[in-house]
């Protein structure tokens, strides 16, 4: 095959990518929104919008190792209702809020540890497990917090949840996330532990007899799941100042959605935390956009609904596409030509 083919195979692939097309769209729909809708570029506006996504993009980064594990976890949204009521049950019987921060993290790693045990040590699929543990934890909410809420929390915590770090329109959990987002797509994309991940989840087996310790992987990435839901849940406490056990229902849908939009295959063994940040994002901002024009909630969830089922969709459509542009791309050039000698 000519070079300059194998050049615009490599070129056409690359522009081809989910991750690529994802965050063109990303682009699309912020200067679409910035040119018409007067307030949406605004900085207050911005401000708002990153601080309404913190918890799912915090949730999202392990979420994203998980799924490219094989694995998921769709108990995240009930982790951090139960942790939004035990901060308003503990706050309300008088504990400090130093004492019941480091309190919600260990009840996090607690949650994550069941789910991953149950998956690992006893081979049930995490896609059931974290379904019955879903209802199982946001069980516990009420029982901790019945249905009444808590609110009143000092005021330098929830400054801390809701103001922007200075000269910028970024809240602090936000800019903790980008933090977060660096760490983790190095240890993803550059590190032996990320290399696990992905031969774990595109072939369990063949990664387990090539010495990669999965089901050690698989349980820690399920602990630090629970540990980022319930900081999640602290942070939607102190953002709103109010900690009920309905806190957060819904979210880990969006957290699905985002994932699997930014390009990470469903099945595991493929995707990238910058496609992650841009499905985040994109999230968001469609979200904020909806929001601006007096859409009802209703629509934005079917909204959320739709960019679920597309996320899982279209990666597939255009590994199709991809695949027949190579093979037509190929049969164009031709068979290689045979460069050896005649015989005499």
């Given amino acids: 095959m000519a070079p300059e083919s194998v050049t615009r195979i490599r070129l056409s692939g690359r522009f081809l990518r989910w991750d690529v097309i994802v965050t063109a769209l990303l682009i699309v729909v912020f200067l679409g929104g910035a040119s018409g809708t007067s307030d949406f570029a605004t900085?207050?506006?911005l401000s708002f919008a990153l601080g309404d996504l913190s918890e799912i993009a915090l949730i999202a980064l392990p979420m994203t190792l998980l799924v490219v594990a094989g694995e998921v976890d769709l108990s995240v949204a009930s982790v951090l209702g139960l942790c939004s009521a035990l901060f308003g049950a503990l706050w309300d019987a008088g504990w400090p809020i130093e004492t019941i921060f480091p309190l919600l993290l260990v009840i996090g790693a607690v949650a994550g540890l069941v789910n991953g045990l149950l998956v690992t040590r006893l081979g049930l699929p995490s896609l059931a497990v974290t379904i019955g543990t879903l209802t199982l934890y946001r069980g516990l909410a009420y029982v901790v917090l019945g249905s009444k809420a808590v609110a009143e929390f000092p005021q330098q915590y929830t400054d801390l949840a809701t103001k922007t770090v200075p000269g910028t329109p970024i809240p602090y959990p936000f800019a903790l996330f980008l933090l977060l987002a660096i760490v983790t797509a190095t240890v993803l994309h550059a590190t032996g532990l990320g290399r696990a991940l992905f031969a774990t989840g595109a072939q369990e087996e063949t990664a387990f007899f090539a010495g990669i310790r999965v089901k050690r992987i698989k349980l820690l990435l399920f602990v630090v799941s629970g540990v980022v839901a319930a900081f999640a849940g602290a942070v939607f406490t102190l953002r709103y100042g109010s900690a009920r056990a309905d806190n957060g229902i819904g979210i880990e849908l969006a957290v699905i959605a985002a994932v699997l939009l930014g390009g990470v295959d469903f099945d595991g063994g493929k995707g990238t935390l910058g496609g992650v940040v841009a499905g985040v994002l994109l999230i968001?901002?469609?979200?904020?956009?909806?929001?601006?024009?007096?859409?009802?909630?209703?629509?934005?969830?079917?909204?959320t609904g739709l960019l679920l089922i597309i996320s899982v969709l279209t990666p597939r459509i255009a590994a199709q596409v991809r695949e027949a542009w190579r093979l037509r791309r190929v049969t164009r050039a031709g068979p290689p030509t045979s460069t050896a000698v005649p015989s005499p």
């Fill in 43 to 45: 900085g207050g506006n």
């Fill in 284 to 303: 968001g901002l469609l979200r904020n956009l909806l929001m601006l024009h007096d859409v009802a909630t209703e629509i934005q969830s079917i909204v």
